[in-house]
């Protein structure tokens, strides 16, 4: 393969590699809402339902 | 006065000190279900390639949830993520994720999946989970339908079903602006039923 070859192909492979580490980024990013799930005192555990 | 706002609102928000420097932007918000408060967010960087901070911001930081930015009053405020969810997530809560759960009633009956969470801030400076916003199921007689339900002030809910009384149901209100008048509304029947 010509230089340019493999100038092209690593080129290629940085931006793939950019793109890839920005795209996890955002979604380790986006955001949510965390909720105490234990059962709160107004609420007890009821047995046999 | 207090004023309501969808918690998809809050994410993403700046957040700035009061020397004007833009430190992170919000990531969760994590409330308590004994109770409904906001116990703090959790943090991301700012930058393009940037994820998710080790650092969080209890609301007792929090100086000013304005519409553009959170505002703090320095750095030093900020603190460990884990002392955040610590706070509002009890042990033995796993502290799940609400968006995307599905909203069940004490009688059984699904009503939907939670797309946004409200929260009410007042100005008390307090901040309160008081509803869902729901993409309503057959029983909610709009399928489909985008709408607000309220919620009692002792909340259950896990990282796959949150719980709400059947009486939910008939105060299900249509847009953000009617949503307070429901709450009241929904919390007074059931302080009347207890």
């Not at chain 1, 493999?6 to 492979?13: C, D, E, K």
């Amino acid at each position: 393969m010509e230089w340019w070859g493999w100038l092209l192909v690593i080129l290629v492979v940085a931006v793939l590699a950019v793109a890839a580490f920005w795209l996890i980024q955002r979604r380790r990013r986006a955001g949510g809402v965390i909720v105490d799930s234990s059962v709160s005192p107004g609420n007890p555990p009821q047995e046999g339902l | 006065m207090s004023r309501l706002m969808r918690t998809s609102e809050v994410i993403g928000r700046p957040v700035v000190t009061l020397n004007g420097q833009d430190i992170a932007q919000i990531k969760d918000v994590v409330y308590s279900a004994g109770g409904g408060a906001v116990g703090g967010f959790t943090l991301a960087g700012r930058g393009l390639f940037s994820g998710p901070l080790k650092q969080g911001l209890s609301w007792s930081a929090v100086m000013a949830l304005g519409p553009d930015a959170v505002m703090i009053r320095d750095e030093d405020v900020v603190s460990s993520v884990t002392e955040i969810l610590d706070a509002s997530v009890r042990p033995g809560g796993s502290g799940g994720n609400v968006l995307g759960s599905e909203v069940l009633t004490d009688t059984g009956i699904l009503l939907g999946t939670v797309v946004d969470v409200i929260l009410e801030v007042s100005e008390r400076r307090t901040c309160d989970v008081v509803g869902y916003e729901v993409s309503a199921s057959e029983a909610l007689g709009t399928h489909s339908a985008k709408v607000f339900l309220p919620l009692p002030d002792t909340l259950s809910a896990s990282g796959e079903h949150v719980m709400v009384p059947a009486a939910a149901k008939d105060f299900v209100a249509h847009d953000l602006a009617g949503f307070g008048a429901a709450v009241k509304a929904f919390r007074k029947n059931l302080e009347g039923q207890g």
